[in-house]
C-alpha cells in the first residue's frame, strides 16, 4: 500500500485559494486517489477521488501529474468553515479486501 | 441517505471491563473497519472486515477484537480494558460496487471511550 505524506498544518486567510498536497511515491497502478475532510468530533467525509490529471467537482478540485507521485487538493476561496483537518488516502478502489491506512492529515486554519 | 450509526456516542468505563462498540450500516456493504484516533497521531487502522465472519488485523489490533456475525454489524471488543485505550473510536464501511469504489469510506459519528 502507497504511504502517504503530507504537511502537518496549514495556514490561510478567508478568501484565498489553498493548495494541500499529499505524496505518495509508490503508487500502485490500480491506486486512486480519495481525500477527506474531518471536522471536530466528527467522523471524515468524502470530499473527492481522482486516478489521475484534474478533477472537479462542487467542493475542491484534485490535481494528479502524470507519475502520479503526488497529488494537490485545490480548496477555492476558503472560508471559516473550511477550517478542518484534511487527508488523502491511496488504495484499489476495485479491492475491497485492503487495508486502507490514513496519515496524519493537514490541520487547515483559515484566518478571518 | 447513507447512514454508518454507532451505537454509543460517549462511554466511561474502568480498568479492566469488557467493552463492547457496536457499529451498524444500512448501505449493504461488504466492507466495514474500526479505527482510533488519537491526537497527533491521525487515524489508525484496528480491524477491518470484508465480508460476514471475515476479519483481518489492521495496524493496532494487540488489545482489540471484532465479530461480524451480519453483514450490516461490525462490533469492535476490548476483552480488558487499559487506559491507553482512552481514544476516539471511529467505524466505517465501503463497497467496491458503489460510483467510486472501494476505499470510499462512510464514517459514523465516533465513540468517545475513556477508560478510569
Known amino acids: 500500500l502507497a504511504k502517504t505524506t503530507q504537511p502537518i498544518s496549514m495556514d490561510s486567510y478567508e478568501g484565498q485559494e489553498v493548495n494541500i498536497t499529499c505524496s505518495h511515491n509508490?503508487?500502485?497502478?490500480?491506486?486512486?486517489i480519495t481525500w477527506y475532510q474531518q471536522f471536530p468530533s466528527q467522523g471524515p467525509r468524502f470530499i473527492i477521488q481522482g486516478y489521475k490529471t484534474k478533477v472537479t467537482n462542487e467542493v475542491a478540485s484534485l490535481f494528479i501529474p502524470a507519475d502520479r507521485k503526488s497529488s494537490t487538493l485545490s480548496l477555492p476561496r476558503v472560508s471559516l468553515s473550511d477550517t478542518a483537518v484534511y487527508y488523502c488516502?491511496?488504495?484499489?478502489?476495485?479491492?475491497?479486501?485492503?487495508?486502507?491506512?490514513f496519515g496524519t492529515g493537514t490541520r487547515l486554519t483559515i484566518i478571518p | 441517505d447513507v447512514k454508518v450509526t454507532q451505537s454509543s456516542r460517549y462511554l466511561v468505563k474502568r480498568t479492566g471491563e469488557k467493552v463492547f462498540l457496536e457499529c451498524v450500516q444500512d448501505m449493504d456493504h461488504e466492507n466495514m473497519f474500526w479505527y482510533r484516533q488519537d491526537p497527533g497521531l491521525g487515524l489508525r487502522l484496528i480491524y477491518f472486515s470484508y465480508d460476514v465472519k471475515m476479519k483481518e488485523k489492521g495496524d493496532i489490533p494487540e488489545g482489540y477484537s471484532v465479530s461480524r456475525e451480519k453483514k450490516e454489524r461490525f462490533s469492535l471488543i476490548l476483552e480488558s480494558a487499559s487506559t491507553n485505550q482512552t481514544s476516539m473510536y471511529l467505524c466505517?464501511?465501503?463497497?467496491?460496487?458503489?460510483?467510486?469504489?472501494?476505499?470510499?469510506?462512510?464514517f459514523g459519528a465516533g465513540s468517545r471511550l475513556t477508560v478510569l
Open positions: 466505517a464501511s465501503s463497497s467496491v460496487r458503489g460510483s467510486y469504489g472501494a476505499n470510499v469510506l462512510t
Open positions: 509508490n503508487i500502485a497502478t490500480n491506486d486512486y
Open positions: 488516502l491511496v488504495g484499489d478502489s476495485n479491492f475491497g479486501n485492503e487495508k486502507l491506512t
